[in-house]
T-cell receptor, first 111, second 113 residues
Framework: KNEVEQSPQNLTAQEGEFITINCSYS?????LHWLQQHPGGGIVSLFM???GKKKHGRLIATINIQEKHSSLHITASHPRDSAVYIC?????????????FGTGTLLAVQP | GAGVSQSPSNKVTEKGKDVELRCDPI?????LYWYRQSLGQGLEFLIY????????KSGLPSDRFSAERTGGSVSTLTIQRTQQEDSAVYLC???????????FGPGTRLTVL
């Protein structure tokens, strides 16, 4: 079992729909990251959070430390949101700041 | 620009050859990471540098892999005697400090024939 699990693996939505991508993890963490990777493109960090909720434009990320779960929401989705969304956690303790990655969610938003 | 840069963007090599991949982190970032993304696989951690501390090499898959960070800035990832399973996108990231947001470079796509 992976330490970081994402669901769904693939998601197709119509433009304008509200989208939720989920991430569950099994290790103690100090922070959780949501990353975006466009086809053939680089990786962009969307959020880094350790508690509560963060909002940036149409994107909202929440985390529940007790339940070891995070969600990424996209409101009023647009075709340009089509990308792979990756959840990654920084495990708690130790001197290393390495990230443990989920396998990603491939999102396709159709016009 | 002020982002993380990597070179080359693409590298095709023959099995058994050595390759060097370069990463220029954002100026002033003390932490630098190398990750690998294989086709159909998720991202995996390779190595981490933080300031003058000894690097965390726990993610390197074999002793054919090594990395250096000179002067606390530029880093080079070296793969000796490349194998076909080394084919992947190698990503570099840097952060201001140990617990800050990581900024990723565009990656180097390595193809071993």
């Amino acid at each position: 079992k992976n330490e970081v699990e994402q669901s769904p693996q693939n998601l197709t939505a119509q433009e304008g729909e509200f989208i939720t991508i989920n991430c569950s993890y099994s290790v103690g963490i100090s922070a959780l990251h949501w990353l975006q990777q466009h086809p053939g493109g680089g990786i962009v960090s969307l959020f880094m959070l350790s508690s509560g909720k963060k909002k940036h434009g149409r994107l909202i990320a929440t985390i529940n430390i007790q339940e070891k779960h995070s969600s990424l929401h996209i409101t009023a989705s647009h075709p340009r949101d089509s990308a792979v969304y990756i959840c990654a956690v920084r495990s708690y303790g130790g001197a290393t700041n390495k990230l443990i990655f989920g396998t990603g969610t491939l999102l396709a938003v159709q016009p | 620009g002020a982002g993380v840069s990597q070179s080359p963007s693409n590298k095709v090599t023959e099995k058994g050859k050595d390759v060097e991949l370069r990463c220029d982190p954002i100026s002033g970032h003390t932490a630098l990471y190398w990750y690998r993304q294989s086709l159909g696989q998720g991202l995996e951690f390779l190595i981490y540098f933080q300031g003058n501390s000894a690097p965390d090499k726990s993610g390197l898959p074999s002793d054919r892999f090594s990395a250096e960070r000179t002067g606390g800035s530029v880093s080079t990832l070296t793969i000796q005697r490349t194998q076909q399973e080394d084919s992947a996108v190698y990503l570099c990231a840097s952060s201001l400090g140990q617990f800050n947001e990581q900024f990723f470079g565009p990656g180097t796509r390595l193809t071993v024939l």
